[in-house]
Every structure is written in structure tokens, then in C-alpha cells.
């Protein structure tokens, strides 16, 4: 049984949203089927869950249910922002506008003031259709305060260019939202998902999940400048290079890290195997800037669980393998100057030459 991953006591859990300290708790919500172990069962909701040191959790109610008109067909991705003491929660709210063929995706809000209790604001969705610079793949709104601004980054596509995009949108009071620019595209992808904007220094840290048109999706995360509604990649990495995660969010802690967690073990799992209830979220990352590159190290909460070594990883000449029992074996080929390894149940994270490179496994 895993005692620092978490995971609810039961139903589906897949991409950590609303990441955010508030209240004295570091508070992460998912994307959650309560009554399936699988997805696709019923629509999306936001499970919750709380920590103050990322070791022992205790899991709330729901935060979000898909009962609104404007989100009966799931309340999905997004982030959390603090502002007069008030917990704002910004999803993708789905729903079926009437006499339309297929369902749309919105831009919603739900606000606590205790960090459990929440009620979705009167005026939602707040941004209420795509626009022509993106596609009916408009999802998951990605919230940061910048000066006297605030700042939305929608991940979406391109049809007729093929490609995927993150637009910004800009507020000055978290309700009225105008469309700024074309924050960043990829060529040749069908869209984008879950991405994260997070100060670093007097940077910025974006991460995004990028699905190609014929390859498999990834995370990717830059660091730049965002100036001018444009943001400018100083450096670029794909960090976790893991089979098992997927979705990774960036979130400021009050000491000013930048941490991150993903999602364990992603969609490629359950391509190959689909069992019910093996999701949980990784342990947290922070992300740091080491010799030039975007580096990613298990947070100071977690740092005395770190081993050296661990019987699932056999080293060898050029590498190492990592064993799977009921799938292929995992292989890394390169250097190894240093490397720490986390391992709770079947779930092992490891950590290579400082975080340079991350493998997320789930071991069976």
C-alpha cells in the first residue's frame, strides 16, 4: 500500500487541477469519477485534498459536481488564485447549448472562503465560447496575476493551421475576460492541455501537455519572458521523461518554489492495461534553474525518503533498467552522475544528475 502518493479511497483520479496554499494547507484538487475506479463513467468532477507537508493528507468533499446548466457534462481542468482571501477555483465547464450538435467548452469559476465550501459565481462561464484563433479543444484555463493584471492561458488548437496553441486572455477583475494573443503554438498537433504559468525569479515558468497529430502526447516545460502579451522560451525540457505521468501543473509555494506534480501513471498505462484504481498524484517537484538547464528535485518535505538504491532498478554499463512485472522493462541509456530514487509501493520516481532528467514509473 502507497503511504505518500496520494490517492482518494476510491474512484478515478487522473490530472491534478487548482493546485495552491491557502489557509495553511497546500490544497490539490483532480479531475474524479467518486463512483468509478475508471473514466469515461460519468462526468468529470473535482476531487480535493489537503496537506501541510505533502507526507500526510486528508481527503475533502468533493469541491466541484457537474450539476450547473453551463457544466452538466464535466467540470474539467484547471488552476486555483488566491485574492482577498478567497479561494478561486477556474475550470473548463462542458455542457450542450440547446439544439447544438456536440457540447462546448467553457471557462467557469467557483469560490470558499474556508478552502472546502464552494459556490459557483452567478455570471459563469465567464468565457462563454472559443474563439477563431483557436478550436472547439478549449480547455483547461491556467490563472496567474501579473503587476495590476490578471492572466488566463487557454490551451487549444488549430485546425486549419494543424496547430496547437495556448491563448491569452487578460482581466483586471477575474470575471470580465478579453482575448490578448497567441501565447504559443506547436506545429503539426491537434491541441494542447493542462497548462500551468507560474513566476520564477523575474521569469516565467510555463508547462503544457502537447498532443501531436502522430505521436504520443507529452509535457513540456519552458522558462521565459513574458512580455508584451508574448512569451519568449529562454530554455525548454521535457523533465519528466517517465512513461508513467502525464499533466504535470506548476504551482507557487509562499516560500516562492515553484513545485510540481503530475499525474501517475497518465494515459499510455491504460492503453496497455486499464485496471481500475492505480492513479495517484507524484510526490512534488520543485523546479530550479541548475547549470543552465530546467532542473526538477523531490521538494524538502519528501527529501528524507530518498534512497540510492532500490531492487526494481538494475544498473548497468551504460544506464540502468527499471523491472516491470506486468509490462516491458524500462531503459535508460546515458550518463549517471548522481541519482536519488523515491519508492513507496509501486511507485517509483528517480531522480537523475540533480534533476536533469526524471523517470516516473509505475512498476507493474
Avoid at 51 to 56: E, M
Avoid at 155 to 180: C, F, K, P, Q, V
Avoid at 255 to 264: N, P, Q, S, V
Avoid at 289 to 298: E, F, V
Amino acid at each position: 500500500m502507497r503511504s505518500f502518493h496520494y490517492a482518494p479511497p476510491k474512484g478515478w483520479i487522473s490530472d491534478p487541477n487548482g493546485l495552491v496554499y491557502f489557509n495553511g494547507y497546500y490544497h490539490v484538487f483532480f479531475q474524479h469519477a467518486p463512483d468509478f475506479g475508471i473514466p469515461w463513467q460519468q462526468p468529470m468532477h473535482w476531487g480535493h485534498a489537503r496537506t501541510r507537508d505533502f507526507l500526510h493528507w486528508e481527503t475533502l468533499p468533493v469541491a466541484l459536481c457537474p450539476d450547473g446548466s453551463f457544466d452538466d457534462k464535466g467540470c474539467w481542468s484547471g488552476t486555483a488564485l488566491v485574492k482577498d482571501d478567497t479561494l478561486y477555483l477556474f475550470y473548463a465547464s462542458l455542457y450542450t447549448p440547446e439544439g447544438a450538435p456536440e457540447a462546448l467548452s467553457t471557462v467557469s469559476i467557483a469560490t470558499s472562503r474556508d478552502g472546502v465550501h464552494f459556490e459557483k459565481h452567478p455570471q459563469n462561464p465567464v468565457i462563454a465560447h472559443f474563439p477563431p484563433e483557436g478550436s472547439s479543444d478549449f480547455r483547461d484555463p491556467a490563472i496567474c496575476k501579473a503587476g495590476d493584471s490578471y492572466f488566463c492561458v487557454m490551451a487549444t488548437g488549430h485546425e486549419e493551421t494543424r496547430e496547437g496553441r495556448l491563448l491569452l486572455y487578460e482581466s483586471s477583475d477575474l470575471i470580465t475576460w478579453e482575448l490578448s494573443s497567441i501565447l504559443r503554438s506547436w506545429p503539426n498537433c491537434k491541441f494542447t492541455e493542462c497548462p500551468s504559468l507560474v513566476p520564477l525569479g523575474d521569469q516565467w515558468l510555463l508547462g503544457v501537455s502537447v498532443c501531436p497529430v502522430d505521436a504520443p502526447h507529452y509535457f513540456h516545460l519552458m522558462l521565459g519572458d513574458l512580455k508584451d502579451h508574448a512569451f519568449h522560451t529562454l530554455m525548454e525540457s521535457g523533465v519528466d521523461l517517465g512513461p508513467d505521468q502525464y499533466a504535470g501543473q506548476i504551482f507557487p509555494a509562499p516560500d516562492g518554489r515553484a513545485l510540481m506534480i503530475t499525474w501517475i501513471p497518465g494515459w499510455r498505462y491504460f492503453n496497455d492495461a486499464y485496471e481500475p484504481h492505480v492513479g495517484c498524484m507524484s510526490v512534488p517537484r520543485e523546479i530550479s534553474i541548475k547549470n543552465g538547464k530546467l532542473c526538477a528535485w523531490p521538494a524538502r518535505e519528501v527529501q528524507h525518503l530518498i534512497t540510492a538504491s532500490d531492487p526494481a532498478v538494475e544498473r548497468t554499463q551504460d544506464g540502468f533498467i527499471i523491472r516491470r512485472t506486468k509490462r516491458k522493462d524500462v531503459v535508460y541509456r546515458g550518463e549517471i552522475r548522481d541519482m536519488a530514487i523515491l519508492r513507496d509501493d509501486d511507485v517509483i520516481e528517480i531522480f537523475l544528475n540533480g534533476g536533469e532528467t526524471v523517470y516516473t514509473v509505475l512498476l507493474c
